[in-house]
């Protein structure tokens, strides 16, 4: 698309009204959006050998379930224990701790599993048919149901790391699974904002959104956005239409939609941006939920390209500059056509 057809605009600052954060959108920093590309492609595949592949099975940490479950070599999906946990499953749950000058800790019980989302080393989630993305997303349900058994966790997040500099350390494509023992400052002030809102307007924040110029694409069950403050240039968010807190709470026919659309936003992106290193991370919330925050919390994806690197001005202020005007953002990406 040419750029000619975008209006011209001159910097903004947008508040982001489900996350309570301020985007500084500066248009300067990046004349031609659609020019806006990743330097390097995000899966150089320089692994040489990977346990993560069929026939490594024996490489890695033990597992917990395969799909479909009675397989054998011919598994699809499998979800095994991180070797390199962030927190431990063998550790008791321990009250907090705080020492004499305020600081708190508590035991670092948790779990850290690995969804390994095809056999084969090559294979992109945004390669899988839309029914086995949807496949993928009722392991991390399936997964979660079984961790929300344990009365200590409290929330649990399901994130993607693609290329390097997004955090990938293995270029077979994954995901990951973390089950907390506490709930996240950044998740408790999203729930926050979206119950103030709640009790501002008498609406959740996420069913009132008018996507308008903002909307990319819709399936049966989902729409998917640009958000109006998005933090990243190309960020894109995929919303159920119907109110939900969790997750946890889609059925098979409603992943199997969002398998469809979470697909072909994960090829426009990387038609577009060519194949950026991103993270999708699966914003729900706290399991032990205050009954009063269900009407106001609603569960979304958040697909996060890194076009460019957090510098000390974000890190100072919490503040990100975006480049990239989202409506633009969801022009250009409207407007990028996938072969079947
Ligand atoms: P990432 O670093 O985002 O690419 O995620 C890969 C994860 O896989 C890391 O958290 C590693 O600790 C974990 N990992 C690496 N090798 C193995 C293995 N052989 N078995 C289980 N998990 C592994
Ligand atoms: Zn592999
Ligand atoms: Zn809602």
Redesign the pocket.
Same mark, same amino acid.
């Given at each position: 698309m040419a750029d000619a057809e975008l209006p011209k605009r001159s910097p903004e600052l947008r508040k982001d009204k489900i996350n309570n954060k301020w985007v500084i959108f500066s248009p300067a920093r990046s004349r031609r959006p659609s020019d806006l590309k990743a330097k390097s492609n995000a899966n150089p595949n320089n692994q040489t050998s990977c346990?993560?592949c069929a026939g490594h099975e024996h490489?890695?940490?033990p597992e917990i379930f395969r799909v479909p479950a009675n397989s054998t070599n011919d598994w699809k999906i499998r979800v095994?224990?991180?070797?390199?946990?962030?927190v431990s499953r063998e550790l008791g749950f321990e009250n907090n701790r705080v020492s004499g000058q305020g600081d708190v800790a508590v035991s670092g019980f948790g779990f *850290?599993d690995?969804v390994i989302e095809s056999p084969v080393h090559h294979v992109n989630l945004s390669d899988l048919e839309p029914v086995q993305v949807g496949e993928v997303l009722l392991a991390s349900k399936k997964r979660i149901e079984q961790l929300r058994d344990f009365d200590s966790i409290k929330y649990i997040q399901v994130f993607?790391?693609h290329g390097a500099s997004a955090?990938?350390?293995?270029?077979h494509s *994954?995901s990951?699974i973390i089950a907390l023992p506490i709930v996240p400052p950044t998740v408790s002030a999203r729930l926050d904002s979206m119950t103030e809102y709640y009790k501002q307007t008498g609406k959740c924040s996420l069913c009132d959104i008018q996507p308008n110029e903002l909307l990319i694409d819709e399936s049966a069950h989902f729409i998917s956005l640009v958000p109006f403050a998005a933090t990243f240039a190309f960020e894109i968010w995929i919303i159920p239409r119907e109110h939900s807190s969790h997750f946890h709470e889609i059925d098979r026919e409603k992943a199997i939609d969002l398998g469809g659309l979470l697909k072909l936003m994960l090829l426009k992106m990387s038609l577009q941006l060519n194949n950026p290193p991103f993270n999708l991370l699966i914003h729900t919330s706290p399991f032990q939920d205050d009954p009063s925050y269900a009407p106001s919390t609603h569960w979304f994806i958040q697909i996060a390209p890194h076009l460019s690197g957090v510098g000390g001005f974000e890190i100072a202020t919490g503040c990100y500059i975006n480049p990239v005007f989202p409506e633009d953002a969801a022009k250009i990406l409207r407007d990028v056509r996938i072969s079947n």
């Open positions: 346990p993560f490489e890695c940490a095994i224990q991180n070797l390199y946990p962030a *850290h690995v993607k790391n955090g990938a350390s293995m270029s *994954h990951q």
